[in-house]
């Protein structure tokens, strides 16, 4: 199994801002609806994709999340001149955004780029200061009377960046969570007899506080839950060997805990054996800042599911250069599927 590039590139390219996950909702819609039995959507936007076990006489549940947005902006107030202020939905380094392209979507989506002051009449101080997301403004090229006629205050603002295959690797922006997107949508392909039924949630507003997670986790009531997302590769120069976190190509990432949650034991205990019972590839993650959809997944269900995650590692989160290895993608795939099948082989009771 090959990773399917073009697929990829096209999740990962769609737009989707947190509260703003319409278009990247309706491609998913489109993706899983042959694969699965049943599929939903529910107020908040979730999309669960259902696929029945053959049999089930428990009727137990297994929620798998992957969230659909991606961190983004929203436009605050547009001046004289026609630049657009904004505020972010998620979390931004502010250096990050310096000469980037972003894409405003408003009665037409309009390329924008990220402007500040220019060095050459910063003052030594300004020079010496760290910058703040309040020192850009989007420049869309056009005068005021021009941006009204597109655009207005609430509208989502997403980053402009194509994916790229880099050695063995893809590069864009929205890896996170996007990857995860893709990998849940390959399992249910790949997906023949799951040990219990399958509610494959794709999830929204997980960058501004995991919402959706809660929501639909509340819903489905799942007695084990697994999260799909990415998580640190600090395998780059400057890192000590303690700060890693992951390292890109020594396989997918077993989740022990993050800042949000403490992996549910059984479920670190279950993906391991079955990580080696397959020969799958996998490396532990603990992940001390940070969290993900796990922890909606964990505790939001009416008595709580025993939960855990797959993460994929990723290098450069939360710029528009995220970066994941081939083989990373496709051994997390493995797992998460063997998982699946394997729910039934494994006793839960200690």
């Not at 056009?142 to 194509?162: A, H, L, S, W």
Request: charged share 25%; aromatic share 6%.
């Amino acid at each position: 199994m090959d990773v399917n590039v073009t697929l990829l590139k096209q999740i990962c390219e769609t737009p989707g801002a947190p509260g703003y996950e319409k278009r990247i909702r309706d491609l998913v819609v489109s993706l899983v609806t042959p694969l699965a039995d049943e599929v939903k959507a529910d107020n908040l936007g979730n999309v669960i994709a259902i696929k029945k076990a053959k049999e089930n006489p428990e009727g137990k549940r297994v929620m798998v999340a992957a969230h659909m947005d991606e961190i983004g902006f929203i436009v605050t107030h547009i001046d004289d001149k026609g630049f657009v202020r904004f505020h972010t939905l998620g979390g931004f380094d502010p250096k990050t955004l310096t000469a980037q392209r972003v894409i405003v979507h408003g009665k037409k989506d309009l390329i924008g780029v990220m402007g500040s002051k220019p060095i050459h009449v910063m003052t030594p101080e300004e020079k010496n200061k760290l910058p703040q997301t309040t020192d850009f403004f989007i420049d869309l090229g056009m005068p005021k009377e021009e941006v009204d006629k597109y655009v207005t205050v609430g509208d989502p603002i997403t980053r402009d960046r194509e994916l790229i295959e880099m050695g063995n690797c893809v590069n864009c922006k929205s890896i996170d969570n996007r990857i995860a997107v893709y990998i849940l949508i390959e399992t249910l392909r790949l997906l023949e007899n799951p040990a219990y039924d399958v509610y494959a949630t794709f999830t929204v507003q997980e960058e501004v506080g995991l919402r959706g997670a809660n929501v639909a986790a509340h819903g489905i009531n799942p007695d084990f839950g697994i999260a799909l997302d990415t998580t640190i590769a600090f395998d780059v120069p400057g890192a000590q060997p303690h700060e890693k976190i992951t390292e890109l190509g020594k396989g997918t990432a077993i989740k022990i805990m993050d800042a949000s949650t403490i992996c549910d034991y059984r479920m670190v205990a279950f993906m391991k054996k079955t990580a080696d019972t397959h020969q799958i590839k996998w490396q532990p993650e603990i992940l001390t800042a940070g969290g993900t959809d796990t922890a909606g997944v964990q505790r939001m269900g009416k008595q709580g599911a025993i939960a855990g995650a797959i993460s994929i590692p990723t290098r450069h989160l939360h710029q528009v250069i995220e970066m994941a290895h081939k083989d990373d993608i496709l051994q997390s795939i493995s797992l998460l599927k063997a998982c699946l099948e394997d729910f039934g082989k494994f006793d839960w009771a200690h």
